[in-house]
């Protein structure tokens, strides 16, 4: 169990340092190579903080343990809401960016809508990946689309493009960065999900709580980071936007995977229990962001408090059940 625990905090280290790694190298070879600093920040940076949801649950697929990644995923969004965003609404009130009512939170909806209806079957199958990976090409395709032509109309302006912040490195160096960095993500997400499926056998719950807290927390960590690093510098927006959108990732790439490569029948309390009070909370940010917006409106503490509350509440009634 102590050597299965140290693998596992050694697996999260690995993780977000890999994929730090991972993400400066890929940056400063696009920089290089003179692609946009727009196209980066859509692309390569924003993975970043989803890396480690997106690995792990790839190596919990692959080893057939659909519901540790499944878990993780849902277990994600869980956190990053009730926890990330509670806390960071705690030290400093929050004030949503209009775009999030036009484009980020209509999507965050409909893809948390369309998850639920695939799930309602208790089964995740290869329609199911497809679907997902079908509406993650389209929202990508509509993102791009959109911030090209505002790139472009900026630039009729005369307005430069923002300058990324993303630290430009040599070419070799940066592609040593690239392949060190995925080496160490596959390396970490292998170990964890081993060590993690050995820590469930051994206390006796199945994967699927595993992944719903344990590995859904220290994957999490780099939103939390982001999210009080943004608030701590003034930038509500990101810490906002760093959190819907990683939601939006978790359903559309992380839940694919159990699907391509473990299809199969899931445990009925990932949909009435954990899906039902991801759904909650989704609804509740959307309806507090949609009156901060048309009000000038700020998420408050005491909305940051009742994030944490639903999250507690969520987390003790999954433990009551575990140990009945």
Request: one cysteine or more.
């Amino acid at each position: 169990m102590l050597v299965a625990t140290l693998i596992i905090i050694i697996g999260f280290i690995g993780l977000i340092w890999g994929a730090e790694r991972f993400v400066s190298g890929a940056s400063s070879i696009a920089e290089n190579f003179g692609i946009s600093p727009l196209i980066i920040g859509l692309t390569i940076v924003a993975f970043g903080t989803s890396a480690p949801e997106f690995f792990s649950s790839a190596a919990a697929a692959y080893q057939q343990k659909p519901g540790l990644a499944i878990g993780n995923a849902l277990g994600s969004n869980l956190f990053n809401i009730g926890v990330a965003l509670g806390v960071a609404a705690i030290i400093n009130p929050l004030r949503p960016p209009k775009s999030l009512s036009t484009r980020e939170i209509p999507a965050l909806l409909l893809v948390t809508l369309v998850t639920g209806v695939l799930l309602t079957n208790f089964y995740v199958g290869f329609l199911d990946a497809l679907v997902l990976l079908f509406i993650t090409a389209f929202l990508g395709y509509k993102l791009l689309s959109y911030e090209l032509s505002n790139a472009t109309d900026l630039s009729n302006h005369s307005i430069e493009e923002p300058k990324s912040e993303v630290k430009r490195i040599g070419s070799i160096k940066a592609l040593l960065y690239l392949t060190m960095g995925l080496l160490i993500l596959v390396i970490s997400a292998e170990a964890l999900v081993q060590a993690a499926s050995n820590i469930a056998s051994r206390v006796g719950v199945s994967e699927t709580i595993i992944g719903l807290t344990i590995i859904a927390l220290g994957t999490s960590l780099p939103e939390l980071a982001a999210a009080v690093t943004a608030v701590l510098k003034g930038h509500e927006d990101l810490a906002i936007g760093n959190i819907v959108g990683s939601n939006i990732l978790n359903f559309l790439i992380v839940l694919p995977f159990p699907g391509l490569f473990a299809p199969g029948m899931i445990e009925k309390s990932l949909v009435y229990r954990d899906f039902l009070t991801v759904l909650i909370l989704t609804v509740l940010l959307s309806l507090i962001c949609y009156r901060c917006i048309r009000h000038k409106g700020k998420i408050t503490r005491i909305h940051g408090v009742l994030f944490l509350l639903i999250y507690s509440g969520w987390f003790t009634f999954m433990l009551l059940e575990v140990q009945s």
